[in-house]
């Protein structure tokens, strides 16, 4: 293969969008906004955003700081920052963690787009049992999933294929405002329905009777989760990065509009979901069972108003499952091109079909075809094996390696660009990395492995 520059984002608000697109995702719509309901409202956003500047930043930046730094797949990074070693098997975890994501996040994907199809053809319309039923027989049909999936992974693999600034961040800067926009659209009709004030005061009135142990670390887990952290794709992504991206500022602006786009979602859901007086829970069923109905029933009396804002729903879901996806795909593709020694179109075909085969397996899991393993469908089993056990044995040992093995001057260099800039809070944030992430990280771990 030719030797040729590595490929760079062409501007900072390319960097931003295109990060920002890897945070916003299903994680967003889906999760956040039950969390919040159900945990004590404003209480459970103040401790969110604590976990998000003590835990989130903190460890976006050890990724920042080790992709910039090394400005290579994530393999290779860490094995460059460590001289080799065993320290490369970190890296081997993240970038087989987002391979493994890739592959059953493209299968949910894939169902948004065929929301989008059916939204768009009529076909969301009827009583909960029939919308239940529609959910049911779609995802369990065997061949109608996989080929919405393959049609979402075509669509990224061309995103991607086209490269870092002429894809990725073209792309982000594209479908990232107009998420926004959607997100908006949908805000402000659900908040004018009649009704909608119980659904504001229940996402945002403060319960402090809820606080509890439980609900720190589902905060904690939720922050993790949903900033992308521990599977190499902020890693992967800043080694796009320029020399002069000030790292502090862009870990916190990418924070900060995941923050708001969460939040966002919350007054998208619950307000249309109380003025027809149905409780909103969180996940597939939520997104694919529940809202059909609220949104139905909710503009009821004005159809067509239904109809656009069920279409710009999934436009917005697919939009943000994009944007994820991509980044989860570049990891991959990152590391196949530049370790394989092959273009990076090549790179990309090996991910795109690798992980379209694991993920048809993953979506037939779900139908009649049983393909079960230690007693869970490989959908579920891949979604607890990467998110619950490889993302927070990543991101601890990120932060152990970072903190306590890698030579201080070079975080330091790192943080401040070669000291060009003041790096005042560079104090506070290793002590963030030796003790607070590392500390807080395991508890999530055990907690969600039901230890503690
Ligand atoms: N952060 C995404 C979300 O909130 C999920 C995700 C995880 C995306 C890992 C990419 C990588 O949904």
Known sequence: MKQTKRAN???????????????????NVWRFPYMTGQNGGAVFILIYIGCVLLLGIPCMLNEFIIGRRAQTNMVRAYSKLSGGGPWRLIGLLGV?????????????????????????????????????QF???????????????????????????RGVEKGIERASKLMMPTLFVLLLIIVVASCMLPGAGKGISFLFSPDWSKLNGEVFLGAMG???YSLSVGMGCLCTYASYFSRDTHLVHSASQIA??????????GLMIFPAAFSVGVSPDSGASLVFITLPNVFQQAFGSMPIVGYVVGLLFYALLSLAALTSLMSLHEVST??????????????????????????????????????????????????????QLFLPIGGFLTCIFLGWFVPKHIIHEEFTNNGRLRGRLFGIYLFAVRFVCPVGILLIFLNQLGVI
Request: charged share 10%; with cysteine; hydrophobic share 55%.
């Open 9 to 27: 984002f062409g501007s900072r608000l390319g960097i931003i969008l295109a990060t920002a697109g890897s945070a916003v995702g299903l994680g």
């Open 96 to 132: 087989l963690t987002g391979f493994l994501i890739t592959s059953y996040y493209a299968v949910v994907s894939g169902w948004c787009l065929q929301y989008v199809y059916a939204s768009l053809a009529g076909k969301l319309k009827g009583d909960p049992q029939y919308i239940q």
């Open 135 to 161: 959910f049911t027989d779609f995802s369990q049909n065997p061949w109608k999933p996989i080929v919405w999936m393959l049609i979402f992974f075509l669509i990224t693999h061309f995103i991607i294929v």
């Open 222 to 224: 939720q922050a993790f």
């Open 256 to 265: 900060v509009i995941d923050c708001v786009v969460a939040i966002l979602a």
């Open 334 to 387: 990152a590391f196949f091109h530049e370790e394989l020694h092959i273009s990076r179109r090549a790179g990309a075909w090996i991910v795109t079909s690798c992980c379209a085969v694991i993920g048809a397996f993953c979506s037939l899991s779900l139908g009649d075809v049983h393909i079960e393993l230690f007693g869970k469908s490989l959908f579920d089993l891949f979604d607890f094996v990467t998110g």
